[in-house]
């Protein structure tokens, strides 16, 4: 019995008393206690007093007995000290990024209406992470406080961690692994004492333990989940509109290709026109303009348009065109932020210089020859034709000098070129003196290092057989074969078309005609290109490099994959361009210069953006993807080169970064250990859109480059709430599945007075072992002795 308690800090003390050797209840009641009076009555029973003298000496006689029988009982006071431990409530906040997302609420006017009053303002004005932040800073957490619950916030996406502060939900995770969240919470926990656990989301989770088995775990551990919606529980329907490729640079006068994707979700069946807009320079004021529309025929999946941007921009010779692609929406369509996107995309006004060397007088090399000398005012080229008499003038640009050599030097190369063709001749026999072919092959790798570009058009006699086992070889994106025991036997009387690798995606080269459906017919089809006749074999292509063009019937390697054709590679920094055949040239028969120009003129601006993307060719800066995820770290390098076009000894570089509505700032970049000339900058983002990064010298950009941050696809692919699966893990935990503005009404479900008591130490001390006990039995038999010698009952 339990009869004084006081509680210091979180240690309790507690006194009470109890008999050690208590017989069972039932023995006392039914054996014990009726031989006391038995034997009290027995005592009495004959006695000549009256009734009510008698009741009184066996009430005494029994009384004596039961003090006799409370001593063998032993009777102890017992002191004790527990440790008191109060009920623990986890609360878990969404933080992926589908938190990001504003709700408007508009198919519930009553939901909308708590809204309003939970929110403060319109709904649609305040993201689902916005709404959680609130719910924290209210009263809950105090109310349950006051209840003597001890809380614990913490924030999941794809892994759990604690919320240290108001700034720790940013809404930025890839993905939503609520059942691994709630399980994580708990193995945390586990020799604490936690009743309840609360989350906050939008209950779509997208990996992780399946909520309603860490529900069920939940549940046989005694803890119940209370679940909190956050948005709007209509089933949505809404558009995504997602850029799949964005030109890191173009060329002035390049036409714009750009690949964009759009998810419907929410219906089956759906028309939405989508436009492309190209904007003029910030804070220009000039009003956007549209360049494409195209109308597309939505059926619940993901559907891919290529939108294209004509060659003239709205501003003439601006360094940067600035296009938005959007989306009309939906009748019921409520969330539109992502209907469009912006992308910015650099543009290059510097002349292309091209140094074409070739050994015969063969086609290809007549009509490129043409292109290079008159085709583009933007190329500026020098051609050599090795077969030529000595006094035969070789041909260049307009305002550009003869070559009456091939330039060998490192530095005559750098300076000079920007991309460089080799057809088909042995580049260690350009001269007499062999050293001289030697120097070139050794310029030409530094030329790649430094970002030039490299294009071989192979032949039937030089290149690529004469070079198989060289240094050169090593520069080239296919393998080639040095035994000459892999020839096929090729049919040459029948045109043959190659096979795009790509075609619904075809590489920024292969792009002559918008249209894909066209445009892959216009290279598989013999109605299309005139095929060719003749092909250079190679083993394949090298790791890493990309085949564009491939044999439609021959194979090789031991995969036995089709013969490339033309294949695309970097080395390292450069750019590399193999060509297996020699027939462009007859493409003209069918188009005139239509594709042959657009196809040479789309190698020559790829190869040479190596180099172009710097206005001065000695700086560069890239982002080393086009696009990152929100929670992605962004790596940006920049290569930087002196006079002498060699590494630069710096340890710093200073360059400026911009975030999407944000003034410049100016970042110091730390120089890559052991890497002289490359700097690398590290760095977290926390809002989505276009972030640019350049370099600048005296005021003037010099190198920059861009791109996009995202939300995380996993995320953005379905963003709705899921209330099934947070009225669920709420049932299966026996907690309670309500909305956000509930928090009063999940406030009754925690009842206060749940702590849990654990014993620390305990002290008995007998009772019976007192002069005050002695005392009460002397008392209870001198009262009877006394009434037994008055009333003579000897």
């Not at 290809?364 to 583009?376: A, I, N, P, Q, V």
Request: glycine share 6%.
């Amino acid at each position: 019995m339990k009869f004084s308690f006081a509680v210091l800090g979180q240690e309790a003390q507690s006194e009470s008393w109890r008999f050690l050797e208590l017989p069972a209840s039932w023995v006392l009641a039914m054996i014990i206690l009726p031989l006391a009076f038995g034997i009290a009555y027995l005592a009495y029973r004959r006695e000549p007093v009256s009734p009510g003298i008698r009741a009184t000496l066996i009430t005494l006689r029994s009384l004596s007995f039961l003090a006799l029988l409370l001593v063998l009982f032993r009777p102890v006071r017992v002191e004790s000290r527990e440790n008191v431990e109060p009920a623990g409530v986890l609360l878990l906040v969404d933080d992926s990024a589908s938190m990001k997302r504003k709700d408007s609420y508009n198919s519930d006017p009553e939901l909308r209406r708590s809204m309003v009053d939970f929110a403060g303002q319109a709904p649609d004005q305040s993201s689902r992470s916005e709404l959680a932040a609130r719910f924290l800073e209210g009263p809950f957490l105090k109310d349950l406080e006051a209840k003597g619950y001890l809380t614990q916030q913490f924030r999941f996406s794809e892994a759990l961690s604690p919320i240290t502060g108001p700034d720790s939900l940013t809404a930025n995770g890839r993905s939503t692994h609520l059942g691994s969240a709630l399980s994580s919470a708990l193995a945390g926990q586990r020799n604490r004492h936690i009743t309840d656990v609360v989350v906050l989301s939008d209950g779509r989770f997208t990996g992780g333990i399946d909520p309603l088995e860490a529900g069920q775990a939940a549940r046989a551990a005694g803890v119940e989940v209370h679940t909190l919606l956050i948005g709007d529980p209509t089933p949505e329907i809404n558009l995504t509109l997602e850029m799949l490729d964005v030109p890191t640079g173009v060329l002035q006068g390049d036409e714009i290709s750009l690949p964009v994707r759009i998810t419907a979700l929410g219906m089956d069946d759906a028309e939405s026109e989508v436009l492309l807009e190209e904007l003029g320079p910030e804070g220009s004021g000039l009003q956007p303009r549209a360049v494409d529309r195209q109308d597309v025929q939505l059926d619940g999946s993901s559907t891919r348009v290529v939108m294209v941007a004509p060659s003239a921009g709205v501003v003439p010779d601006a360094p940067v065109r600035r296009f938005r692609v959007s989306l009309s929406p939906l009748e019921k369509e409520s969330v539109l932020d992502d209907n469009s996107v912006e992308v910015s995309i650099p543009v290059t006004s510097a002349n292309l210089r091209v140094l074409y060397v070739e050994g015969f007088p063969r086609y290809e090399y007549r009509f490129l020859r043409e292109l290079l000398r008159s085709g583009d005012e933007r190329i500026q080229a020098q051609i050599f034709l090795m077969s030529a008499t000595p006094d035969f003038p070789q041909d260049s640009s307009p305002g550009m000098a003869s070559l009456d050599r091939i330039p060998t030097d490192r530095k005559e190369l750098l300076d000079n070129y920007d991309v460089i063709i080799l057809g088909d001749l042995d580049p260690y026999r350009i001269s007499a003196d062999p050293a001289r072919g030697e120097e070139f092959v050794a310029s030409l790798r530094e030329f790649l290092e430094k970002g030039g570009g490299l294009c071989v058009i192979a032949g039937e006699y030089e290149n690529p057989r004469a070079v198989a086992g060289t240094e050169f070889a090593s520069l080239l994106p296919v393998l080639l074969d040095t035994t000459g025991s892999h020839t096929p036997n090729q049919d040459t009387e029948v045109a043959k078309n190659p096979v795009l690798s790509t075609p619904d995606a075809p590489h920024e080269i292969l792009r002559l005609h918008p249209d894909l459906a066209t445009n892959q017919a216009l290279w598989e089809s013999p109605e299309g290109l005139p095929g060719f006749l003749w092909f250079s074999p190679t083993l394949g292509a090298k790791p890493g490099s990309q085949v564009l063009l491939s044999h439609p019937k021959l194979t090789v390697g031991p995969n036995r994959e089709q013969a490339p054709i033309l294949v695309a590679g970097y080395y390292p920094s450069g750019r590399t361009l193999f060509l297996g055949m020699e027939s462009t040239w007859r493409w003209r028969k069918r188009f005139q210069n239509r594709y042959h120009h657009r196809f040479w003129l789309n190698s020559l601006r790829w190869l040479a953006l190596g180099r172009l993307r710097s206005a001065d060719r000695k700086h560069r800066i890239d982002s080393l993807e086009p696009s990152y995820r929100l929670d992605d770290t962004i790596v940006v390098e920049a290569r930087i080169l002196d006079d002498d076009y060699q590494p630069s000894e710096l340890p710093t570089l200073e360059v400026q970064w911009q975030a999407p509505g944000k003034q410049p700032e100016a970042v110091e970049v730390q120089a890559i250990e052991g890497d002289a000339g490359r700097y690398r900058l590290r760095r977290n983002v926390e809002r989505v859109g276009t972030y640019q990064v350049w370099i600048e010298q005296d005021g003037t950009r010099i190198a920059s480059t861009e791109f996009e941050v995202m939300l995380p696809s996993q995320e953005t692919r379905d963003p709705s709430p899921d209330p099934a699966t947070m009225t669920a893990l709420a049932q299966i935990s026996g907690g309670q599945a309500l909305s956000i503005t509930a928090g009063s009404t999940l406030l009754e479900a925690f009842p206060g007075d749940q702590e849990r008591r654990l014993p620390v130490a305990s002290e008995l001390t007998d009772i019976w072992d007192r002069f005050a006990t002695l005392l009460a039995a002397l008392f209870l038999f001198t009262l009877e002795w006394i009434l037994r010698k008055r009333y003579e009952l000897i």
